[in-house]
């Protein structure tokens, strides 16, 4: 069955330093990928999604390429902040949209 | 505001004590879902729903029913709960499918 492999947390970094959290996936087919954000006592948002191979998504300067070859949807940011502790999870829809399936979740803290 | 409410936030029950952890949204959505979040396991999901009247089992669906009888409501009812369904539970909605899904709060379960 479809499944999603994140690097375990947590990942500590200083503010302004380059962030990467690895996805890789199994699935069949082709399917759409996401990476949901969840802060602390609260439920998961979306924070950005691809739904073909080498699209990218992106938003609040966190951005993950959909990449086919290598079934990979990294996380990565230029610059953290304080506020972007959170635990990120990486997930992925199955072709009927019926299923997300999601990874274990990383969390991140960010320090000053 | 657009939201999903979820009721009650926290419980502590018994083993065997008959529970509904109520979901509502807001927004018009004909999909959602429930999911359990354990540590080191992610979210799981438990039970969906495409639209009225049409519900389905995710990958951990034992212990637990559903129903959609109106749009807006999807409650979990846990017959007779037993201590491993001490988790944080996650109702979620969307529409359509699983493109974009909106999050509850979440509500943490104790069953002793």
């Known amino acids: 069955g479809d499944s999603v492999t994140q690097m375990e947390g947590p990942v500590t970094l200083s503010e302004e330093a380059f962030l990467t959290i690895n996805c890789t996936y199994t699935?069949?087919?082709?399917?759409?990928l996401f990476w949901y954000v969840q802060y602390p006592g609260e439920g998961l948002q979306l924070l950005l999604k691809?739904?073909?191979?080498?699209d990218k998504g992106s938003n609040k300067g966190f951005e993950a390429t959909y990449r086919k070859e290598t079934t990979s949807f990294h996380l990565e940011k230029g610059s953290v902040q304080v506020s972007d502790s959170a635990v990120y999870f990486c997930?992925?829809?199955?072709?009927?949209?019926?299923?997300?399936?999601f990874g274990t979740g990383t969390q991140l803290k960010v320090e000053l | 505001e657009a939201q999903v409410t979820q009721n009650p936030r926290y419980l502590i029950t018994v083993t065997g004590k008959k529970l509904t952890v109520t979901c509502s949204q807001n927004?018009?959505?004909?999909?959602m879902s429930w999911y359990r979040q354990d540590p080191g396991l992610g979210l799981r999901q438990i039970y969906y729903?495409?639209?009225?009247?049409?519900?389905d089992k995710g990958d951990v669906p034992e212990g637990y029913k559903v129903s959609r009888k109106e749009k807006r409501n999807f409650p979990l009812i846990l017959e007779s709960p037993s201590p491993n369904q001490t988790s944080l539970y996650f109702c979620?909605?969307?529409?359509?499918?699983?493109?974009?899904?909106?999050f509850g709060e979440g509500s943490r379960l104790t069953v002793l």
């Open positions: 979620a909605s969307s529409l359509g499918s699983t493109n974009r899904l909106f």
């Open positions: 699935a069949t087919g082709y399917p759409s």
């Open positions: 691809a739904t073909k191979a080498d």
């Open positions: 997930a992925l829809s199955d072709r009927g949209g019926n299923k997300l399936t």
């Open positions: 927004m018009n959505h004909e999909y």
């Open positions: 729903s495409m639209n009225v009247e049409v519900t």
